[in-house]
């Protein structure tokens, strides 16, 4: 008789499965708080030695407030949520380690590959292994050449379709932040702004753009999970946009000068595609003496805290 065609083939015993810690596979067995940590800000985001300082330092943070971390990363074709020192080493160190999106998890898989997850990539493997709270620095949007490039992160409709808490500094500050407002709104991604009635610009503590709801503390956060629970609608993001402290923030005079060259610059070299944010962040970089991202720094660490905090008073529900 003929074989199914479409039929899967039956698949190897332990092939590509996602492998969770002992310290994260029993806080999901007793269900104690849990925050997702991306690695891409420690493998690509920061120079060594301070990138492996930083990835300590947020899992401690996370620790501190009462949850346990979850930094997530795909090594020898192996996607993990939760690493072990060695592991958060590796990630920090190894010059091979790629850069993957959610479109690249199986490849990396399939081929034994080591990469750091991006935000897409992130937020899709802590959801599928039951994680409800992400922090990260900024999102990635809409570009401002969109009419012409259609350049758009995969951080959008990955988060369109995914139901996690993302606790963020906004959207990247290079990025068409209107744009990316009214795309989220039309994907049905829910955004909050935590203590503020303005989307945070990354960088800065303000964009100038409104947001519709504000909430004020981590409880109010955790009881808007649980109404979205209840209404059990389509799975989507839900995103916490945390405002970089104004006394961390980048000079916004500063800000806007470096960012006008930043983009001229990359029209000048002819830059497209996935090269443009890291060009663009780069440059900025470069031009305020290192100040964009200390900044980055900043916002990365209050998001962390925040998070935390939102992870234990969803576990009290």
Same mark, same amino acid.
């Given at each position: 008789?003929? !074989?199914?065609?479409?039929?899967?083939?039956?698949?190897?015993? +332990?092939?590509?499965?996602?492998?969770?810690?002992?310290?994260?596979?029993?806080?999901?067995?007793?269900?104690?708080?849990?925050?997702?940590?991306?690695?891409?800000?420690?493998?690509? +985001?920061?120079?060594?030695?301070?990138? /492996?300082?930083?990835?300590?330092?947020?899992?401690?943070?996370?620790?501190?407030?009462?949850?346990?971390?979850?930094?997530?990363? #795909?090594?020898?074709?192996?996607?993990?949520?939760?690493?072990?020192?060695?592991?958060?080493?590796?990630?920090?160190?190894?010059?091979?380690?790629?850069?993957?999106?959610?479109?690249?998890?199986?490849?990396?898989?399939?081929?034994?590959?080591?990469?750091?997850?991006?935000?897409?990539?992130? &937020?899709?493997? &802590?959801?599928?292994?039951? /994680?409800? #709270?992400?922090?990260?620095?900024?999102?990635?949007?809409?570009?401002?050449?969109?009419?012409?490039?259609?350049?758009?992160?995969?951080?959008?409709?990955?988060?369109?379709?995914?139901?996690?808490?993302?606790?963020?500094?906004?959207?990247?500050?290079?990025?068409?932040?209107?744009?990316?407002? !009214?795309?989220?709104?039309?994907?049905?991604? +829910?955004? /909050?702004?935590?203590?503020?009635?303005?989307?945070?610009?990354?960088?800065?503590?303000?964009?100038?753009?409104?947001?519709?709801?504000?909430?004020?503390?981590?409880?109010?956060?955790?009881?808007?999970?649980?109404?979205?629970?209840?209404?059990?609608?389509?799975?989507?993001?839900?995103?916490?946009?945390?405002?970089?402290?104004?006394?961390? !923030? /980048?000079?916004?005079?500063?800000?806007?000068?470096?960012?006008?060259?930043?983009?001229?610059?990359?029209?000048?070299?002819? #830059?497209?595609?996935?090269?443009?944010?890291?060009?663009?962040?780069?440059?900025?970089?470069?031009?305020?003496?290192?100040?964009?991202?200390?900044?980055?720094?900043?916002?990365?660490? +209050?998001?962390?805290?925040?998070?935390?905090?939102?992870?234990?008073?969803?576990?009290?529900?």
């Amino acid at each position: 008789m003929p !074989q199914n065609p479409s039929a899967r083939p039956p698949r190897e015993a +332990g092939s590509h499965p996602t492998v969770l810690s002992e310290e994260v596979r029993e806080a999901l067995e007793e269900q104690r708080p849990l925050v997702a940590l991306e690695s891409t800000i420690i493998s690509h +985001g920061l120079p060594r030695p301070r990138n /492996l300082e930083t990835a300590r330092e947020l899992e401690e943070l996370v620790r501190k407030a009462g949850a346990t971390p979850a930094t997530i990363a #795909v090594l020898d074709g192996r996607a993990h949520v939760g690493l072990s020192a060695d592991q958060l080493e590796r990630v920090a160190e190894d010059p091979g380690m790629r850069k993957l999106g959610h479109r690249d998890l199986a490849p990396a898989l399939a081929l034994g590959a080591s990469g750091a997850t991006t935000v897409s990539a992130t &937020a899709f493997l &802590a959801a599928r292994s039951g /994680l409800e #709270v992400f922090a990260t620095g900024g999102l990635g949007g809409v570009h401002r050449a969109w009419t012409t490039t259609q350049d758009e992160s995969a951080d959008l409709r990955l988060l369109a379709r995914t139901g996690i808490t993302v606790v963020c500094a906004g959207v990247k500050s290079i990025l068409d932040v209107p744009a990316t407002l !009214q795309r989220l709104e039309t994907l049905g991604v +829910g955004v /909050l702004g935590y203590g503020t009635d303005r989307f945070p610009g990354f960088y800065l503590s303000s964009s100038g753009e409104p947001v519709d709801w504000t909430v004020r503390t981590p409880r109010e956060v955790a009881a808007v999970i649980r109404a979205r629970r209840e209404l059990d609608g389509p799975p989507s993001a839900l995103i916490v946009a945390n405002p970089v402290p104004e006394d961390e !923030q /980048l000079d916004p005079t500063l800000h806007d000068r470096a960012l006008t060259g930043a983009l001229e610059a990359c029209r000048e070299h002819g #830059v497209t595609g996935q090269a443009v944010t890291p060009f663009l962040l780069e440059h900025l970089t470069r031009e305020t003496g290192g100040a964009s991202l200390e900044a980055n720094l900043a916002a990365v660490r +209050g998001n962390v805290r925040l998070a935390a905090l939102i992870a234990v008073e969803w576990a009290r529900w």
